[in-house]
């Protein structure tokens, strides 16, 4: 089994969705001893933002990059192998005002590729990275307004694995991190329950 663990949260060792991807990845090897473990930290080490440079690199023939251009080939190869060789992915996302953090979007922007990730086809898009089981950490300060509904955050990774194809996402959450400490201590114990409960029995053994 392949586990591929992001993190994208700015907050270091503060982390709440650091602690819970780490856990989460824990309670995996656990289980499945000879899964291999691949981290990446979008913080500290931040993929450039999508720009007109960039382009050439997201598509198209590859001759005649610059140095720059051809680093940035190369960090998006690693990021494509990385994902497409996942079984699971445990990704870390907290909501930065309202959204994802753009370190995160940076990486979606490098591995939503046509032909690579995804297809057109007549009867319109057709992901080709299905097969996998997606972990969300999902993080925040304040609450959902309606409990019926995804976050803003969890929506725009929710619609985006959709469409690569993978239809297994489950979330974790922990939020209402910022109503104090009781609150929030409270609600990580909730979230490393939710991990715990998960991880529970052989539902992720691949
Ligand atoms: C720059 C920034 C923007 C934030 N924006 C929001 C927000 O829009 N909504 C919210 O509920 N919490 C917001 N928060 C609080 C974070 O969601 C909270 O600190 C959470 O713990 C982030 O997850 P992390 O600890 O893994 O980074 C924000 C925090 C930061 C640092």
């Keep these: 089994m392949n586990i591929l663990q992001i993190d994208s949260s700015v907050l270091g060792d503060h982390s709440a969705s650091r602690s819970l991807t780490a856990q989460v990845v824990a309670d995996l090897v656990a289980k499945n001893p000879t899964a291999t473990v691949t981290v990446r930290d979008l913080d500290q080490d931040a993929p450039a933002h999508l720009s007109g440079a960039l382009l050439p690199v997201l598509g198209g023939p590859k001759d005649g990059l610059n140095a720059v251009q051809e680093a940035e080939l190369q960090r998006t190869e690693a990021f494509l192998k990385e994902f497409l060789e996942a079984d699971v992915l445990v990704v870390g996302v907290p909501q930065y005002n309202f959204g994802i953090p753009s370190q995160l979007k940076s990486w979606i922007d490098r591995i939503a ?6 297809r057109y086809t007549e009867k319109g898009p057709e992901g080709l990275a299905g097969g996998k089981r997606v972990i969300v950490v999902s993080s925040r300060g304040g609450v959902r307004a309606d409990a019926s509904a995804l976050d803003l955050h969890e929506q725009t990774v929710d619609v985006v694995f959709r469409f690569l194809g993978i239809t297994d996402i489950t979330y974790v959450r922990a939020h209402g991190l910022a109503f104090g400490p009781d609150a929030r201590e409270a609600a990580l114990a ?13 539902a992720l053994a691949a």
Excluded: K, S, Y
């Design 113 to 118: 590729q046509a032909g690579r990730t995804f």
């Design 190 to 202: 909730a979230a490393r329950g939710e991990v715990a409960a998960l991880n529970d029995g052989a």
